[in-house]
């Protein structure tokens, strides 16, 4: 059976290093494979990434032996090269490190990420520079009354089968009956389908306090969370005004977040 197989886009910075180590980790316990990505704006620059990347892989420390790393050049762009490359090796994760800057840079990375997310179907995970941790004992998925924040429930099974995590089904307290009704609906299937796999699980409700993604960042931190799993499904028209999946992408406690792309998730990454 050959590997899964973890994207790592890299551009040679601290930043995307610490993608990189995040990565090899979490390959270790998936039985995966890494491969690295680097996109050019033209092909002179094809050459020297390439050196590069010879010599980030040489100088590696404490490379868990089962994992193997492999590279990646193209000239074009990441918002369709990232996509292509990701499909090609079938990946089961695209893994990126971003600054966990503050203000307008902050927002400018958030867009830039729900760019990218909305041109794969594969799923799409972010760690900010700061994050040391390992762990994934327990993850954090947020839902709401909508029949697509249901599609991130495979990909969580899958990692939290894998990683004998354990998920907190997270929910926003609702006045409106009809979706009071929705949102209880929703929160007792994935219960039930957590259940029937053998995950451990449990339930909250959060009462809205500063907006349902700032509120989902404080529970996570609080819960000494180490990934916040949610399915991206926006109805702006541009993805770079959804200020509720930028808000949890780049939220302060600098939990990893790991998004889907409801409207192009597939069903094979888990």
Not at 67 to 79: A, H, L
Not at 162 to 172: A, C, D, F, G, R
Not at 255 to 266: C, D, F, Q, R, W
Request: proline fraction near 3%.
């Amino acid at each position: 059976m050959e590997k899964r197989a973890l994207l790592v886009p890299h551009d040679f910075t601290k930043v995307a290093d610490n993608a990189v180590t995040y990565a090899l980790n979490l390959a270790n316990k998936m039985g995966a494979n890494v491969e690295l990505l680097h996109v050019v704006k033209d092909s002179k620059g094809i050459t020297k990434a390439k050196t590069q990347f010879e010599k980030l892989i040489a100088d590696i420390k404490d490379k868990p032996a089962s994992v193997e790393v492999n590279y990646n050049v193209r000239s074009g762009s990441i918002f369709t090269d990232i996509a292509s490359v990701a499909a090609e090796i079938q990946a089961s994760l695209i893994i990126m490190g971003t600054h966990g800057s503050k203000g307008i840079q902050q927002k400018m990375f958030g867009s830039f990420a729900l760019k990218v997310i909305t041109s794969t179907h594969v799923p799409f995970l972010v760690v900010q520079e700061e994050y040391s941790g390992l762990d994934l004992s327990k993850i954090v998925v947020p839902i709401d009354e909508s029949q697509e924040s249901l599609q991130i429930e495979q990909v969580t099974s899958g990692l939290a089968e894998m990683l004998k995590s354990e998920v907190h089904i997270l929910t926003e307290k609702k006045v409106d009956s009809n979706l009071k009704l929705k949102v209880a609906v929703h929160s007792g299937l994935l219960s039930k389908q957590f259940k029937a796999a053998g995950i451990p699980y449990v339930t909250a409700s959060l009462k809205k306090e500063k907006g349902y993604a700032v509120d989902i960042a404080a529970y996570a931190a609080s819960q000494d969370a180490n990934l916040i799993a949610f399915a991206y499904h926006s109805d702006s028209l541009l993805p770079q005004f959804d200020t509720f999946a930028q808000t949890v992408i780049m939220n302060k406690k600098g939990v990893p977040v790991l998004i889907l792309n409801s409207k192009e998730a597939g069903n094979y990454f888990f």
